[in-house]
């Protein structure tokens, strides 16, 4: 399995009751690159939301991340650079998720 996963959780995130949000690049049954918010694996239990991936993650990837530290830290300053419209290292993130993951195994 080739999931990525984004959380602010301070364990481990099966072992956190409720489990708390998370965001995961995944593939789906289908075969496409999707981002999901849920609090269980997307894939097997499906996602609250998400969206495919085609071209540029980015642009789908930040909100989620806005979203996920809005929602679970909402007392704490978010992290330099995320609320900022350039990013280098979220940049260099997407070029993972779009270039760097490659296809799922069939």
């Known amino acids: 399995m080739h999931d990525i996963i984004f959380s602010t959780a301070d364990d481990v995130l099966e072992k956190t009751t409720p489990p708390p949000p998370r965001i995961t690049i995944h593939w789906n049954p ?20 998400q969206h495919a ?39 260099a993130l997407n070029q993972v998720v779009t270039n760097g993951i490659g296809q799922p195994r069939r």
Do not use: C
């Not at 496409?32 to 239990?45: A, D, E, F, G, R």
């Open 30 to 49: 289908q075969f496409q690159l999707m981002i999901s918010w849920s609090h269980t694996n997307p894939t097997l239990y499906g996602a609250e939301r």
């Open 53 to 91: 991936v085609t071209g540029d993650a980015f642009p789908i990837l930040k909100p989620y991340l806005i979203d996920l530290w809005r929602d679970t830290r909402p007392t704490e300053a978010s992290p330099p650079g995320l609320l900022e419209q350039s990013n280098s290292e979220l940049h």
